[in-house]
């Protein structure tokens, strides 16, 4: 099965750095999503990582270490649109896209 | 413009009676999936189906049933059996059946069972 851990809530200041940490345990690996939900809405896609290593998309990079079975998606320059909160996700093994999200975490943006 | 649409945003339903949230998709995407989410909750996976006609159950299918008999189309019951069904709704879609590809989501359906 997976299992999916984040932290429930951060508080980060405007124009700060943050990062937001995610540990999982999947019975196999088929990589790794965020993806980000404003308060009411839909989840929209921020990144997805299979290898090792820190993929930068602007503002956001997202990070991932399959031996530790550890990610984190770094926010930089933070702005108060990134109030919301930021889903840790896992496709199942075999080869279906049946994704476990984790609860998320909901980051408050102060200024 | 393609996307996912779900109506509608809200809905109220007395206790006892069976409701249906519709999902269309104009993605030309084969998957499709229904989650629930509870505040505090991350979302569960109601089902999913990788082709039509044909679906599976995801972890909290109990209470719920689903069709899949055109690709745009993925509509959820909600039914009497379905214990607790206020919940906020969301339906996705994507591309493929292997995984690696992002989930579209739709603008969700707030459910409320008095």
């Avoid at chain 1, 299992?3 to 990062?19: H, K, L, R, S």
């Avoid at chain 1, 702005?79 to 909160?85: I, V």
């Avoid at chain 2, 206790?15 to 993605?27: A, F, W």
Wanted: glycine fraction near 10%.
């Amino acid at each position: 099965g997976q299992n999916i851990d984040q932290p429930t809530e951060m508080t980060a200041t405007e124009g700060a750095i943050v990062q937001i940490n995610c540990t999982y345990q999947t019975s196999g690996f088929n990589g790794l999503f965020w993806y980000q939900q404003h308060a009411g809405e839909a989840p929209t896609f921020l990144s997805y990582n299979v290898l090792d290593g820190l993929e930068e998309k602007g503002r956001f990079s997202s990070f991932l270490s399959r031996s530790k079975g550890y990610s984190y998606l770094l926010l930089k320059e933070l702005q108060m649109k990134d109030s919301a909160s930021y889903l840790c996700a896992a496709p199942s093994s075999g080869g279906y896209q049946k994704v476990t999200f984790g609860t998320g975490t909901k980051l408050q943006v102060i200024p | 413009d393609g996307g996912i649409t779900q109506s509608p945003k809200y809905l109220f339903r007395k206790e006892g009676q069976n409701v249906t949230l519709s999902c269309e998709q104009n993605l030309n995407h084969d998957a499709m999936y229904w989650y629930r989410q509870d505040p505090g909750q991350g979302l569960r996976l109601i089902y999913y189906s990788q082709i039509v006609n044909d679906f599976q159950k995801g972890d909290i299918a109990e209470g719920y049933s689903v069709s899949r008999e055109k690709k745009e189309s993925f509509p959820l019951t909600v039914t009497s059996a379905q214990k607790n069904p206020t919940a906020f709704y969301l339906c996705a879609s994507s591309i493929g059946q292997t995984s690696g590809y992002e989930q579209y989501f739709g603008p969700g359906t707030r459910l409320t069972v008095t």
